[in-house]
Antibody
Framework: EVQLVESGGGLVQPGGSLRLSCAAS????????MSWVRQTPGKGLEWVAN????????YYVDSVRGRFTVSRDNAKNSLYLQMNSLRAEDTAVYYC?????????WGQGTLVTVSS | DIQMTQSPSTLSASVGDRVTITCRAS??????LAWYQQKPGKAPNVLIY???NLESGVPSRFSGSGSGAEFTLTISSLQPDDSATYYC?????????FGQGTKVEIK
């Protein structure tokens, strides 16, 4: 059974940093690209970033490019999202998701709140 | 960026009704479209991929159609468990984008 478990969310002040992690199991992690998707009440679902199987190709939505960095450790079956210069509008539930074309597996999500 | 527009934003229907949700893309996305169902407090769950392919385990009352820039999700006979928000998503090109969602309520 595919499992994706996010961690690392919490409350952070504007301008601060946070690192999210996603532990993957139940599938061959090295054969899939992986994504982060976030959800806010106001903007709905928003794809944030994608990283290919070996980490050599990364793509970002414009609103986070230059502030967020996606990475992976295939030896640990783990996906990461380093978030810097956080803004109030980054407040959301962040999901780790597996794209097989569509997103066929999702984690339970981790809440990030950016507020002073 | 490709904009995805869903209609309606909300709909209310009775058990057994046929329900249709429309998703329009701002440019052609061929058939690279997925539909998701999301219930409160849960992650989205894929129903349809490549516009018309039913994901394994999804009830056959769900179906998808369309290509290019106009797509539909149909629930042939609405069930109480179908009360949820539905989203379309294009994966033709980056940035991958979602529609704003359609909330389906049971009368």
């Amino acid at each position: 059974e595919v499992q994706l478990v996010e961690s690392g969310g919490g409350l952070v002040q504007p301008g601060g940093s946070l690192r999210l992690s996603c532990a993957a199991s139940g599938f061959t992690f090295t054969t899939y690209s992986m994504s982060w998707v976030r959800q806010t009440p106001g903007k709905g679902l928003e794809w944030v970033a994608n990283i290919n199987q070996d980490g050599s190709e990364k793509y970002y939505v414009d609103s986070v490019r230059g502030r967020f960095t996606v990475s992976r450790d295939n030896a640990k079956n783990s996906l990461y999202l380093q978030m810097n210069s956080l803004r109030a509008e980054d407040t959301a539930v962040y999901y780790c998701a597996r794209p097989r074309g569509s997103f066929d597996s999702w984690g339970q999500g981790t809440l990030v709140t950016v507020s002073s | 960026d490709i904009q995805m527009t869903q209609s309606p934003s909300t709909l209310s229907a009775s058990v057994g009704d046929r329900v249709t949700i429309t998703c329009r893309a701002s440019q052609s996305i061929s058939f690279w479209l997925a539909w998701y169902q999301q219930k409160p407090g849960k992650a989205p769950n894929v129903l349809i991929y490549q516009a018309s392919n039913l994901e394994s385990g999804v009830p056959s009352r769900f179906s998808g159609s369309g290509s290019g820039a106009e797509f539909t999700l149909t629930i042939s006979s609405l069930q109480p468990d179908d009360s949820a928000t539905y989203y379309c998503q294009q994966y033709n090109s980056y940035p991958w984008t979602f529609g704003q969602g359609t909330k389906v309520e049971i009368k």
